[in-house]
């Protein structure tokens, strides 16, 4: 019972290509998150919709542009891949009320290396 | 972007040591949220906090949101091989937005 899942695993392109990671949710939680964590391990935040809605954009260059054409899913498209781009990027998805409950819950991960 | 600190940056400890954690702010935050991260694999959550002063067990793991709800602290008590991994807290800074700490990478010597 997968709670939040990411496709692919892995992704190896080269420079210039355009490429997408999807992600799904099966919590019923009503907001999802995409983060980058870089080879320090930082985890940065890059979107997060709340029901459908693009709510933070955090400076991402505009070649990467997310979609959610549901509240269980936010898919992340990337368009003319560049060598900084290669990092592990994570989907997230919480439930933004009640204030009890804003446990956030990550997928497992995609790995993208861009040569 | 904004980023939490957290201290120790790494640590080496022997198996059975207690280990302590922890995560300051410049801001406050209403919750606090405690994760640890295998290689490999995505942060998984360990411990959430919604109250100043508030301490929560989950296990041998026990956090505490500060007073000041500018930190908050993690401990692990008797640590096994298993806790190794890095140790996130994570802040969540206004509706929609969590702010992740620099991370604490736990090593135990068996």
């Known amino acids: 019972d997968t709670a939040v899942s990411q496709t692919p695993k892995y992704l190896v392109t080269q420079m210039g290509n355009d490429k997408s990671i999807k992600c799904e949710q099966n919590?019923?939680?009503?907001?999802m998150y995409w983060y980058k964590q870089d080879s320090k391990k930082f985890l940065k935040i890059m979107f997060s919709y709340n029901n459908k809605e693009l709510i933070i954009n955090e400076t991402v260059p505009n070649r990467f542009s997310p979609k959610s054409p549901d509240k269980a899913h936010l898919n992340l498209h990337i368009n003319s891949l560049e060598l900084g781009d290669s990092a592990v990027y994570f989907c997230?998805?919480?439930?933004?009320?009640?204030?009890?409950?804003?446990?956030?819950?990550f997928g497992p991960g995609t790995r993208l290396t861009v040569t | 972007g904004q980023q939490l600190n957290q201290s120790p940056q790494s640590m080496f400890i022997q198996e059975g040591e207690d280990v302590s954690m922890n995560c300051t702010s410049s801001?406050?935050?209403?919750?606090w949220l405690w994760y640890k991260q295998d290689p490999g694999e995505g942060p998984v959550l360990l411990i959430a906090?919604?109250?100043?002063?508030e301490l929560t067990s989950n296990g041998r793991l026990t956090a505490q949101f500060g007073i000041t709800r500018k930190d908050s602290f993690l401990n692990i008590s008797a640590s096994i091989p298993s806790d190794v991994g890095i140790y996130f807290c994570a802040g969540k800074g206004g509706t929609y937005k969590y702010i992740f700490g620099t991370g604490t990478r736990l090593k135990v010597l068996a």
């Open positions: 919590l019923g939680h009503d907001t």
């Open positions: 997230a998805s919480s439930q933004d009320q009640p204030r009890q409950s804003y446990e956030q819950y």
């Open positions: 906090l919604y109250k100043a002063g």
């Open positions: 801001s406050i935050f209403n919750t």
